[in-house]
């Protein structure tokens, strides 16, 4: 296995739990960590029904065996996926904004983790952030959209 590392958003996420990874995002073997905020918004989208979003919509629409198995995919977390602390982060967080960066909460929060981790950042295509984007570029922090 690579010592390489990589933070994904909440659907790179729900793919890897659903043994749907794209073989793109890790094909050295490196590390999956994803952040407090997007493991948040997976589960918030797939566990309540009022919640409506790509993830809700989506696990409507199949059978109700498959959408148990998403949600107890999302809701065990296993060991191979690693999360990131606000612990280790609120501080890099705050580093980002005193050097200029504005994001919003989630994204500031993506940031800091592949800096602080010195792990490559990687969203889905289907939730494309641009101002997320530009403030990796512009850090020289590694970004990659994935189909």
């Given at each position: 296995?690579?010592?390489?590392?990589?933070?994904?958003?909440?659907?790179?996420?729900?793919r890897i739990l659903l043994d749907d990874e794209p073989q793109a995002l890790r094909p050295d073997g490196g590390r999956v960590f994803t952040?407090?905020?997007?493991?948040?918004?997976?589960?918030?989208?797939?566990?309540?029904?009022?919640?409506?979003?790509?993830?809700?919509?989506?696990?409507?629409?199949?059978?109700?065996?498959?959408?148990?198995?998403?949600?107890?995919?999302?809701?065990?977390?296993?060991?191979?996926?690693?999360?990131?602390?606000?612990?280790?982060?609120?501080?890099?967080?705050?580093?980002?904004?005193?050097?200029?960066?504005?994001?919003?909460?989630?994204?500031?929060?993506?940031?800091?983790?592949?800096?602080?981790?010195?792990?490559?950042?990687?969203?889905?295509?289907?939730?494309?952030?641009?101002?997320?984007?530009?403030?990796?570029?512009?850090?020289?922090?590694?970004?990659?959209?994935?189909?």
């Amino acid at each position: 296995m690579s010592d390489k590392r990589y933070v994904v958003d909440d659907h790179l996420l729900l793919r890897i739990l659903l043994d749907d990874e794209p073989q793109a995002l890790r094909p050295d073997g490196g590390r999956v960590f994803t952040t407090g905020l997007w493991y948040h918004r997976l589960c918030r989208s797939i566990g309540d029904r009022s919640v409506v979003g790509v993830f809700s919509r989506a696990l409507g629409r199949v059978d109700t065996l498959v959408a148990a198995a998403a949600i107890e995919a999302v809701t065990r977390l296993p060991d191979s996926i690693d999360l990131v602390s606000l612990r280790q982060l609120a501080w890099p967080m705050a580093r980002l904004v005193d050097d200029g960066v504005r994001l919003n909460l989630m994204s500031l929060e993506a940031l800091a983790a592949a800096e602080h981790l010195q792990a490559e950042l990687c969203l889905a295509a289907a939730d494309e952030n641009p101002p997320l984007l530009a403030a990796a570029r512009t850090r020289a922090t590694t970004v990659r959209l994935l189909p």
